[in-house]
């Protein structure tokens, strides 16, 4: 039985959602509130222990059945760029006997999936909503929220992102996100697959692709810019395009002749961050990239997210107590990401430096093996 009979989650996303199922399952009833009323973003992959943990959710199966799957895919491949060879086969991801195949996913369309879960296993789900306050007291924390309606949980967990706000008030010297040095650029482009998937390189910068079966290209594509500080449209507008000017393969010509004026392209820089531990303090826990933001060099941040997620739902079904539910939860967490956002922190800092792709797959291949331990 859980140690603790109710819970309000402050963001519905990747962390929020599936924390949402793992404590339903748990037998917590689940209050979640997310700003956005409709999911945004690119493609997300999940791969290793994180596809375990969306099998531990009971999603994987309708996941992959709206994503791609990652086994045999060359996705992950460096190429030639003026003749699209595989000049490096990438890192290898680990595997293990009984190890799902990672896959790939539109991220509102696996949001759609989680939160449809969630709700089937009785969570409250709210959007456009967020809460005005909270008190965090000895027998439950009492929140306002921003619809009028006011409620007490016995766990309030914030999973509202990098620029959780939630961090900043209850951890006030908590450490601010901060930028890598690079900004990334990536665009979804309608229209048929294309071959040689894989990563590019030029002078410019570094571009990967791979299809999704919505018919969409995922383009995901990284700069070093060293100010840090907003980038206007026409400037990501410029650098993208300058990016596939600057490379001849055949599939980086084909993606080129994709790209107009009305393409929607997303710029973002990479900020990073790891919260000390612990990550709670009262009855209050913090998760997800509101804990632990990192760049998207491993492809590991929402797969972090995930893991978080299922190890709390585990941490409060085993624990007496709370607060023995929370110790466990960090002894569990704490290492294993910082791992991850200091890796990938590392992968920046070698495109930034020029080193040789060898170096990056040599990292990754390290980081990997520890990372497909069992979470
Ligand atoms: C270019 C790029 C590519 C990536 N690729 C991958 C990948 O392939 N695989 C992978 O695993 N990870 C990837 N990541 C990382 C991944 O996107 C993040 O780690 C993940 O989104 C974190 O999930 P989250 O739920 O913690 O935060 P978010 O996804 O940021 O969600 C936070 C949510 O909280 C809501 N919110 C914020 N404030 C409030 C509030 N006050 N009240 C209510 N709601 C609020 C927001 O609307 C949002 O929905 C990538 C990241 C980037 C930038």
Redesign the pocket.
């Known amino acids: 039985m859980a140690c603790i009979s109710t819970a309000l989650i402050?963001?519905?996303?990747?962390?929020?959602?599936?924390a949402a199922i793992a404590l339903a399952k748990a037998g917590v009833k689940v209050d979640v509130?997310?700003?956005?009323h409709v999911?945004l973003?690119?493609?997300?992959?999940?791969s290793g222990r994180?596809a375990m943990a969306l099998v531990e959710l009971g999603i994987f199966d309708e996941v992959y059945a709206t994503g791609r799957p990652a086994l045999g895919s060359t996705a992950a491949s460096f190429r030639n760029s003026t003749t699209g060879e595989i000049t490096n086969p990438g890192p290898q991801r680990p595997t293990w006997p009984g190890a799902v195949d990672g896959v790939?996913v539109y991220?509102p369309a696996f949001l759609d999936v989680v939160q449809r879960e969630a709700e089937r296993l009785g969570v409250r789900v709210r959007k456009g909503?967020?809460?005005e306050s909270f008190e965090d007291g000895a027998d439950g924390v009492d929140v306002t929220f921003t619809d009028g309606e006011t409620g007490r949980y016995d766990l309030f967990v914030a999973?509202?992102?990098?620029?959780?706000?939630?961090r900043d008030l209850i951890f006030p010297d908590a450490p601010k996100p901060q930028y890598s040095g690079q900004l990334?650029i990536?665009w979804m482009a309608p229209g048929p697959q294309v071959q040689d998937e894989g990563w590019y390189m030029s002078e410019v910068g570094k571009l990967g692709f791979y299809y999704l079966p919505q018919g969409l290209v995922y383009i995901?594509a990284v700069f070093n810019v060293p100010e840090a500080g907003r980038v206007s449209d026409a400037k990501v507008r410029s650098l993208f395009t300058a990016l596939l000017d600057s490379m001849s393969a055949p599939a980086m010509k084909e993606l080129r002749s994709r790209l107009d004026e009305t393409s929607e392209l997303?710029g973002?820089p990479?900020d990073w961050l790891l919260l000390q531990n612990p990550w709670h303090k009262g009855r209050t826990l913090v998760?997800?990239?509101?804990a632990h933001?990192?760049?998207?060099h491993?492809?590991?941040?929402?797969?972090?997210?995930?893991e978080?997620a299922v190890v709390l739902g585990q941490c409060i079904a085993a624990a007496e107590t709370l607060p023995e539910a929370l110790d466990m939860f960090m002894t569990r967490r704490f290492e294993r990401v910082k791992l991850v956002v200091e890796t990938s922190v590392r992968l920046g800092q070698l495109e930034q430096e020029n080193a040789p792709p060898s170096e990056n797959v040599a990292l990754l291949t390290k980081a990997f093996a520890t990372i497909g331990e069992p979470y």
């Open positions: 402050v963001g519905g996303s990747i962390a929020g959602m599936n509130v997310e700003l956005a999911p973003g690119a493609s997300l992959a999940f994180a790939g991220r909503v967020s809460y999973a509202d992102g990098i620029n959780s706000k939630t990334s990536r995901p997303i973002r990479f998760i997800g990239d509101a933001a990192t760049s998207a491993m492809g590991m941040g929402g797969g972090m997210a995930v978080d």
